[in-house]
């Protein structure tokens, strides 16, 4: 495994002069000061040269940052990654004194479990592991992580690191996750130190790697004001307002927004600190300042790209485009001083928040006992059973059963094939680290009382057939039949996106030589796909050959334990989709480049984009949406008296609140977990542009079979709520319908 790290010695590593007795004594060290007035003092003592940094080498203000002589630091690595567990990365160093992290699933699986809880709980394990390597010197404590832009389209290939489609979902994930990373209440009561620095990236409207000769270097997305202010901004609100994810970062992207690339767009940097309180330090995305000049040809010049980006509100690059030409960008008058010490500032106090300038701190005690601890593997294998969603479970063909899932463990003998039947670095997705382990599918499965019989089939891109007959060989003395399919980073990833959302290779051919072989054996197929874009799976839903579907995204370390949990019945799934999973002609009714969400016709009146997830989408080719996901048991909703219809006077000085209880009943004979998803339907004609409804309200909850539970939804005038063309957000009176399970009710505003 290749290993990133750009220090190799001690004294390359990140230090802390307050532990010298050098510094100790120094204003900037003493705990007892005002943070401003510390990083104040830091910032008298350097000189204009030490601010620049050493020209065309490193400055203070790159990723790879120069030591400040004048106050005892050394070098300072910014970029460390933890997506879903300690990454390789440039700051990050794994070797036999740390030779892996936790993998948690990928963020499209974790968001599948629509709970709070387990976000925030799977940030605080995250973060508690990189302390531990930055304890020993292994690890930075400033983490570009959450990815928050909108999964608009199937197509994009990182929208695997994603939470899904729907902003407010994503918001909500951010508000959780990112508090998860930065703060720990047992060790730090009074967050007193941020545990780690979290980064919202990538700022803003960013969906598109390379796709058909368009890259995202050069990629001007195109977005109307209506589409920033409900669908590509709020996620941005919710992860850098102190009142909700407070994260110490932001990252702009590479692309432009309607002209102007995102690092020197100053209305858009500006409006994260004025606007949303954001407090903290903006960097780039690696090379996205040479892209000002380079590929938007945006700036005159490279200096002039420096100052246009510092102009806007970045105050750290990453890349080495800064180092290059800073200096010069300062004598051509393109940047001064103060543009300069500014973000040094900002960069100084998350540092100075980090604890970098306290002689001790909460979390110096933290050790390499506590990567991969009992309580991680127990979270990962929660978090892989949690992602996993049920599409589909019908009876067997030929079978009196009602359902297919879940299978006896029991004396049988089970054919697990498939391509990604037996992968293990495929779940764990991008942005990973080594993990301690793995466990398989096929391993997973592979049970006392169980006799699973392998073949892989085929590979997940291969054209080659030779293994099919090998796999129907395997259906033919099974009892039953497991067939993974789906994708893996050849498919999608950073910097490659799909052009056709079918299964690639020969899968198709494989899984319809299975299914056939299936239904001459008489036995039943569980078809469980591995993905983080959807696939088309319209064949499969309507097939009655495919008795059940699993989706499950990239599961992580636990995956193989998470599936064979729900197959066996141990575990009563519960993920719900986050991403609406389209037929295959989808990719024909709409541009990848186009970036809207909305419903849109060219002058002819025909249809150029029919909108796109569950809020817009108005076209036929909807396989399974968002939101969906079945149980092994049943579940019962009425609304608690007085709560189906509502009738709300509402003025323009009036704080809008709206109450309303309903009632979950387990009608089943199984305990199990169930999302409450709760959305509103705005009243008809009230706005161009108005989504077809907008899920405002979840929760997950458990109940053991016949118990009841009542749950009581506030909704303010936010969720009342609707952007206009113009970008203003404003309360839609009318009446409004609210979708609950199989209930609804109108609210009159």
């Known amino acids: 495994m290749l290993v990133y790290y750009c220090g190799t010695d001690e004294e390359d590593r990140w230090s802390n002069p307050c532990q010298e007795q050098q510094y100790e004594s120094l204003p900037f060290c003493d705990e007892s000061l005002q943070e401003p007035i510390r990083v104040q003092d830091i910032i008298n003592r350097l000189s204009d040269d030490e601010k620049l940094g050493t020209n065309g080498t490193s400055t203070p203000l790159s990723n790879y940052a120069t030591g400040l002589p004048s106050v005892g630091m050394r070098y300072v690595q910014w970029w460390n990654e933890a997506l879903h567990g300690v990454a390789i990365s440039p700051g990050v160093l ?38 531990a390597f930055a304890n020993i010197g292994h690890a930075g404590l400033t983490y570009w992580t959450p990815n928050l832009n909108i999964f608009r389209d199937p197509r994009w290939g990182r929208g ?9 979902l994503t918001s909500e994930y951010v508000a959780a996750y990112v508090p998860g990373l930065q703060h720990d209440p047992v060790r730090d009561p009074q967050f007193s130190t941020l545990k780690v620095s979290a980064c919202c990236k990538h700022y803003a409207a960013y969906s598109l790697e390379n796709y058909q000769g368009m890259d995202r270097h050069h990629f001007d997305a195109v977005v109307t004001e209506q589409d920033m202010a409900d669908t590509y901004l709020p996620p941005f609100k919710a992860c850098a307002s102190p009142e909700q994810g407070g994260a110490s970062c ?72 800064l180092s290059g030409y800073l200096k010069q960008a300062v004598d051509k008058g393109e940047v001064s001083m103060d543009m300069v010490t500014e973000a040094l500032r900002n960069l100084v106090t998350v540092l100075m928040r980090l604890g970098r300038f306290n002689k001790n701190g909460p979390f110096d005690d933290i050790t390499m006992d506590a990567v991969n601890s009992a ?5 990962a294998a929660d978090a892989a059973r949690q992602s996993v969603v049920l599409l589909k479970n019908d009876p067997p063909i030929g079978s009196d059963r009602k359902t297919t899932l879940p299978l006896s463990p029991t004396g049988i003998t089970l054919a697990v094939v498939g391509p990604n ?34 073949a892989k089939g085929c590979e997940v891109d291969s054209m080659n057939t030779d293994g099919i007959a090998l796999a129907v060989e395997a259906v033919e003395e099974s009892d039953a039949v497991v067939l993974v399919v789906g994708l893996n980073q050849s498919q999608e990833k950073e910097g490659h996106d799909r052009e056709s959302i079918a299964l690639p290779g020969v899968q198709q051919d494989m899984v319809e030589a299975v299914l056939s072989a299936a239904e001459v054996q008489g036995v039943p197929v569980v078809l469980v796909v591995m993905s983080g874009g959807a696939v088309c799976l319209g064949l499969y839903r309507d097939d009655p050959r495919v008795g059940a579907i ?9 995956g193989g334990q998470g599936i064979a949990d729900v197959v066996y019945g141990d575990y009563n799934p519960s993920g719900r989709l986050t991403q609406t999973f389209y037929r295959g002609s989808f990719v024909d009714e709409v541009s990848f480049l186009d970036m809207g969400m909305r419903r849109t016709v060219n002058s002819s009146g025909a249809v150029v984009n029919p909108g796109r997830g569950y809020r817009f989408y108005e076209g036929n080719s909807v396989v399974y949406p968002f939101g969906h996901g079945l149980s092994y048991t049943s579940f019962y909703y009425s609304w608690v008296m007085g709560s189906d219809i509502k009738q709300v006077q509402y003025g323009l000085t009036d704080k809008l609140t709206v ?48 118990q009841q539970l009542s749950i009581s939804i506030t909704l303010t005038d936010e969720d009342f709520s609707l952007a206009d063309t113009n970008g203003d957000v404003e309360v839609a009176h009318g009446l409004w319908t609210v979708q609950v399970g199989d209930l609804t009710s109108t609210i009159l505003i």
């Open 94 to 131: 794994f070797d036999k004194t740390a030779p892996f992290a936790t993998s948690f699933p990928q963020i499209i699986s974790t968001s599948h479990s629509f709970n709070r809880t387990l976000f925030a709980a799977i940030g605080a394990a995250i973060a508690t592991e990189i302390r």
């Open 160 to 168: 695997q690191e994603t939470p899904g489609e729907d902003p407010y």
């Open 250 to 321: 932001i990252m702009c992207s590479y692309n432009s927004i309607n002209g102007v690339p995102s690092c020197a767009n100053q209305p858009l940097l500006q409006r994260a600190r004025l606007d949303w309180g954001f407090q903290g330090y903006i960097t780039s995305d690696c090379g996205a300042v040479e892209d000002i000049y380079s590929n938007h040809e945006y700036s005159s010049s490279p200096e002039a790209a420096v100052g246009d980006s510092l102009r806007a509100g970045m105050d750290m690059e990453c890349g080495k485009w």
């Open 375 to 379: 309580e991680n593997q127990m979270l």
């Open 421 to 454: 039947a037996n992968a293990t670095r495929t779940m764990q997705g991008n942005y990973n680290g080594p993990a301690p382990y793995i466990i398989s599918p096929l391993e997973g499965l592979s049970r006392e009382g169980v006799r699973t019989v392998y």
């Open 550 to 558: 699993l989706f499950v995204g990239y599961p992580g370390q636990a």
């Open 659 to 706: 109450q309303l209880e309903v009632s979950v009943n387990n009608t089943g004979d199984m305990a199990g977990s169930e999302v409450v998803l709760v959305f509103l339907v705005p009243p008809s004609n009230t706005m161009d542009g108005a989504p077809k409804k907008t899920l405002k309200y979840f929760d997950k909850i458990y109940l053991e079979p016949e």
